[in-house]
């Protein structure tokens, strides 16, 4: 039987809550198309902090390049807020993503029938079958730039640094372009061209890469018009491509659109098979402990999981047909509503594994 190695980093918060109904899933799946997984967890955030001192400890980042995918919890929580930039769990996400060379950033949102009434945006508006995917560069950008404090006129100041170079935007460029030839081939390129010339740049060059997928149409947005355009009319969208700080908002307010945070997953990626998956949701703090987290985006991020790294397509398949099929039957309370039964985050992972 083939066998997969996961390394598993639950973090804080409801990160062991919610990793943990992922593997049932996976376990599940496993059993259902002839594969298994083997789990080896490490640390990371700030549980790491606690153990270790630091929010990514070495043995983590080896942990994750031996194995054939990863799954994240989530990290962060209010008792390490105070903590220096460096050393606050946020760092050990932006160091795992760069040890591992993920620079593409996958966050799809959609709208599960079901769960129609629980989006924001009236169903003439999302069309009752919302689905676009936000391509997202994650290695690059502002996060990664230069950053520090200095003076202005005798007065404390700060900066940060947006830079790209063509290569960091060609190949995030080719990863969206790719993915469309697959959807319903269509791009739009967001960015900030009129103000920024790392915009300028990025423009350009995602207009030259085009040109080697002639099968899908592109079209440029600046962010802000974007955002409008996400409220206005999200059903217009198919694949999103982005820079590192304007794909965070904007994957957000996606996942607003969808009902809740707590449905969307998300994949990380880089040159090789072997990526990074967590829900886009946080770490909950005021949950954790409370058995009444979402755990469907990490079971999701699982199926990304599924159909990414480790090439099991059916055992993807199955695993979103039964979060569907789940959400027909009972809701965690973020999603309440349609007169269904509300249940913890143990159960609905128990009755998405039984649909398996």
């Known amino acids: 039987m083939k066998t997969y190695r996961i390394a598993v980093l639950a973090g804080d918060g409801i990160g062991p809550e919610i990793t943990a109904q992922a593997r049932r899933a996976l376990d599940r799946a496993g059993e259902r198309f002839g594969f298994a997984l083997r789990y080896e967890e490490a640390l990371l955030g700030g549980c790491a902090i606690d153990a270790a001192g630091l929010p990514l400890p070495p043995e983590t980042v080896d942990c994750c390049k031996n194995a054939d995918a990863t799954l994240l919890g989530a990290v962060g929580g209010p008792q390490w807020d105070g903590l220096p930039g460096a050393r606050r769990p946020e760092a050990g996400l932006l160091g795992i993503r760069s040890?591992?060379?993920?620079?593409?950033?996958?966050?799809?949102?959609?709208?599960?029938?079901?769960?129609?009434?629980?989006?924001?945006?009236?169903?003439?508006?999302?069309g009752g079958a919302l689905d676009l995917l936000i391509v997202r560069e994650l290695t690059g950008g502002i996060y990664f730039g230069a950053r520090g404090r200095c003076e202005v006129d005798g007065q404390p100041a700060a900066f940060d640094t947006e830079q790209y170079?063509?290569?960091?935007?060609?190949?995030?460029?080719?990863?969206?372009?790719?993915?469309?030839?697959?959807?319903?081939?269509?791009?739009?390129?967001?960015?900030?061209?009129?103000?920024?010339?790392?915009?300028?740049?990025?423009?350009?060059?995602?207009?030259?890469?085009?040109?080697?997928?002639?099968?899908?149409?592109?079209?440029?947005?600046?962010?802000?018009?974007?955002?409008?355009?996400?409220?206005?009319d999200p059903k217009q969208f198919d694949v999103i491509v982005t820079s590192n700080l304007f794909g965070d908002i904007l994957s957000d307010e996606a996942a607003m659109i969808s009902g809740s945070i707590g449905m969307l997953p998300s994949a990380s990626l880089g040159?090789?098979?072997?990526?990074?998956?967590?829900?886009?949701?946080?770490?909950?703090?005021?949950?954790?402990?409370?058995?009444?987290?979402?755990?469907?985006?990490?079971?999701?991020?699982?199926?990304?999981?599924?159909?990414?790294?480790?090439?099991?397509?059916?055992?993807?398949?199955?695993?979103?047909?039964?979060?569907?099929?789940?959400?027909e039957q009972a809701r965690t309370a973020d999603i309440a509503g349609g007169g269904l039964p509300v249940c913890g985050c143990a159960e609905m992972g128990a009755r998405v594994c039984a649909l398996i």
């Open 99 to 126: 040890a591992l060379g993920l620079f593409s950033n996958l966050r799809p949102a959609m709208i599960f029938p079901p769960l129609q009434t629980a989006s924001p945006l009236k169903a003439e508006v999302t």
């Open 165 to 232: 170079s063509v290569p960091e935007i060609e190949r995030i460029a080719r990863v969206a372009f790719s993915l469309a030839e697959k959807r319903r081939g269509r791009v739009c390129s967001v960015d900030k061209a009129n103000v920024l010339e790392s915009s300028r740049l990025w423009r350009e060059t995602v207009a030259r890469i085009a040109r080697e997928f002639p099968g899908v149409a592109l079209e440029h947005l600046y962010v802000d018009n974007c955002a409008m355009q996400l409220v206005r």
């Open 271 to 327: 040159a090789g098979k072997a990526g990074l998956y967590e829900p886009v949701h946080g770490s909950a703090p005021d949950l954790a402990g409370r058995d009444a987290a979402n755990p469907l985006a990490a079971i999701l991020s699982a199926a990304m999981m599924l159909r990414y790294s480790l090439d099991e397509p059916e055992a993807a398949a199955a695993v979103e047909r039964a979060v569907r099929q789940a959400l």
